[in-house]
């Protein structure tokens, strides 16, 4: 506890210093709005926790990570239990607490349990039931059924997740182009197929006839080589713990190759080229980004392993090794291993994935799926295994077609029943090692590639995965009604000609379960 204490407090103190102005200015920008919500009864408790939410997110948000399954922050959750508290925004250290500053603002509540629906119990102060078949139609069929801007082809289905009875469904068999709500599937597969508790773990190996030392990838894309490594494996301590041990078997030069053989066939994705992805290899550093950007599209290197190879070496040298120019091997099963470092666990992983829709992560999960399950583990193999995983938990995958982890290629299909069956299955409380899809998902207005969306109504209140191609525009994910009912959908449109009216519309759509 004292170490959490520890770890949380500058960062908190950091945030309280940084965003106190925006607060403030927030405070003041939606003082009208709060006055017009702050009639009896209807969302009252939800819409609050939800504004007062915004407050402690506006720049906490990126800092701590995904949401836990609580709804709230990481770093906010592990400061209460240090502190053995557990609500306000402040962890009981507001107005009328002991040592607290005359004037200091009262704690905001904690936001609402996202799962509480699931436990039976109701969200305090709701007062609206979970609508009915009858008012979800009237409610979705405006906006899915009936707007021109959608495009030629739309379905989507909405379901109950305490039972997975669907509530709604609009063609819900249809199999569609998904986009990046894929990664759903492939989170699915991947936590399935290895438990949250994996980790992906690079190492270096020493062949004992040649003196070769071999760099080899573990399929870890999240391996970085800035000196900061946030918590994730690092390279520069792999050089540093593997320069140690070469010194005590007084060694001070080698000839450095790296092995990429965990993974099979072309590195190359279907779409070529791209900014959207590096080539997925089994051995890179930082995604083979050439900036400084950790999520979205990037120039990435042409030869990440190369790169990643190249890197390792200028860091031996900085620990007294001398490394030959790297070129491709494979290491051998004689091989002694020298150093390791390995990535977070699989469930945080998967919540990256998902919230900054992190292609070259969920090409490496897909892969690793692939490895797990015994199939080839290229993109054909990749595919069955996220097929043969969710074929396995009796999901519903007729019509739907795997040719990567990302959703990066058109030829990919889903249908929403698979989308919310998968949603579903995450929910279940004897699923508990999958409790990562959930939290993973975006927030509305808060996380990920929903963080300058829904500035309107359901902030804090929709937790979606999106999927955009050209002509494709999708969402799945949960909502939470005003009684605390959870709600899974998936809406998927295809051939749509104005994506901005399209994400709109399904923005619209997602509000309406939240705000009915």
Do not use: C
């Amino acid at each position: 506890m004292a170490r959490a204490a520890d770890a949380v407090r500058p960062r908190l103190a950091r945030f309280a210093r940084a965003t106190g102005p925006r607060v403030t200015r927030f405070a003041r920008a939606t003082a009208p709005r709060l006055t017009r919500i702050t009639r009896p009864k209807t969302w009252q408790y939800t819409a609050g926790a939800a504004t007062a939410g915004l407050a402690l997110a506006a720049g906490v948000v990126t800092a701590a990570g995904p949401w836990d399954s609580t709804g709230q922050r990481t770093a906010e959750r592990d400061r209460a239990v240090a502190l053995d508290h557990t609500g306000g925004a402040d962890h009981g250290h507001g107005a009328g607490a002991s040592g607290t500053a005359p004037g200091s603002p009262r704690p905001a509540p904690s936001a609402g349990a996202v799962l509480t629906g699931l436990g039976g119990t109701s969200t305090p102060g709701g007062v609206k039931a979970a609508p009915g078949t009858e008012n979800l139609a009237d409610l979705l069929d405006p906006l899915l059924k009936d707007d021109p801007g959608l495009g030629e082809h739309r379905a989507a289905a909405v379901v109950d997740l305490t039972t997975g009875k669907r509530l709604y469904g609009l063609d819900s068999d249809a199999a569609l182009t998904p986009a990046s709500t894929t990664k759903i599937a492939t989170a699915v597969a991947a936590l399935t197929a290895m438990g949250p508790d994996h980790r992906l773990t690079t190492r270096t190996a020493l062949e004992p006839d040649t003196g070769e030392l071999v760099l080899v990838g573990g399929g870890d894309p999240t391996l970085t080589a800035r000196e900061d490594a946030h918590g994730l494996a690092s390279l520069r301590t792999l050089a540093e713990k593997t320069a140690t041990a070469l010194k005590k078997r007084d060694v001070r030069k080698v000839t450095l190759s790296y092995d990429t053989t965990l993974y099979a066939g072309t590195d190359l994705h279907p779409i070529g080229v791209n900014e959207n992805l590096a080539r997925v290899t089994a051995l890179m550093a930082d995604e083979g980004r050439t900036d400084d950007s950790t999520s979205g599209p990037a120039p990435r290197v042409p030869d990440p392993a190369d790169a990643a190879a190249r890197t390792f070496a200028d860091l031996l040298k900085q620990h007294g090794i001398t490394a030959s120019l790297p070129g491709p091997s494979k290491a051998t099963g004689r091989a002694t291993t020298l150093a390791t470092v390995s990535s977070p666990p699989l469930s945080a992983l998967v919540e990256r994935m998902l919230t900054n829709s992190d292609n070259d992560l969920a090409e490496a999960l897909a892969r690793h799926t692939a490895v797990a399950t015994g199939k080839r583990a290229d993109f054909a193999g990749a595919g069955a295994a996220v097929t043969a995983r969710l074929k396995q938990l009796g999901l519903p995958v007729d019509g739907a077609r795997f040719h990567d982890g990302s959703g990066l290629d058109r030829t990919d299909l889903i249908t929403p029943d698979l989308l919310t069956a998968l949603l579903t299955e995450a929910a279940d409380p004897s699923r508990p090692q999958l409790r990562a899809v959930l939290t993973g998902l975006p927030v509305a207005h808060f996380t990920g590639t929903l963080a300058g969306r829904y500035t309107d109504g359901a902030a804090g209140l929709v937790r979606a995965k999106t999927g955009t191609l050209t002509g494709v525009n999708t969402l799945a994910g949960t909502v939470t009604t005003p009684d605390g009912h959870v709600l899974g959908f998936a809406f998927l449109t295809n051939a749509t000609t104005d994506p901005w009216t399209a994400q709109t519309t399904l923005d619209r759509a997602a509000t309406a379960l939240a705000l009915p």
